[in-house]
């Protein structure tokens, strides 16, 4: 099992930043790669931003430029940072890992963390 401990969000103004943690703790599992989702009132989950164990990335066409995915396996942590935040940026974070056990893997599994609410609004 995997747990998924979210923070940082807030209320910040348009243009402002801020940056999301996203800390996993378990035992006997590995983490091939861990992503951002947010959801907005009314709309579906969306892929923010995702890195995998190997320093890959992928970004939603809507936040290139402007947010900035990074991990640090040693601590199992990700972190997001939002820069130029827009108020259609508003939504709850979540954190999210794909892992297998480290014994047998014949699939990876979703992890959730509980989400964090970022608000832009002047």
């Known amino acids: 099992q995997v747990q998924l401990v979210e923070s940082g969000g807030g209320l910040v103004q348009p243009g402002g930043s801020l940056r999301l943690s996203c800390a996993a703790s378990?035992?006997?599992?590995?983490?091939?790669?861990m992503g951002w989702y947010r959801q907005a009132p009314g709309k579906q989950r969306e892929l923010v931003a995702e890195i995998t164990s190997s320093a890959i990335t992928n970004y939603d066409d809507s936040v290139k430029g402007r947010f900035t995915i990074s991990r640090d396996n040693a601590k199992n942590t990700a972190y997001l940072q939002m820069n130029s935040l827009k108020p259609e940026d508003t939504a709850v974070y979540y954190c999210?890992?794909?892992?297998?056990?480290?014994?047998?893997?014949?699939?990876?599994?979703?992890?959730w963390g509980q989400g964090t609410q970022v608000t832009v609004s002047s």
């Open positions: 378990g035992s006997s599992f590995s983490i091939a790669a």
């Open positions: 999210n890992a794909q892992a297998c056990s480290n014994y047998v893997c014949p699939r990876l599994y979703d992890y």
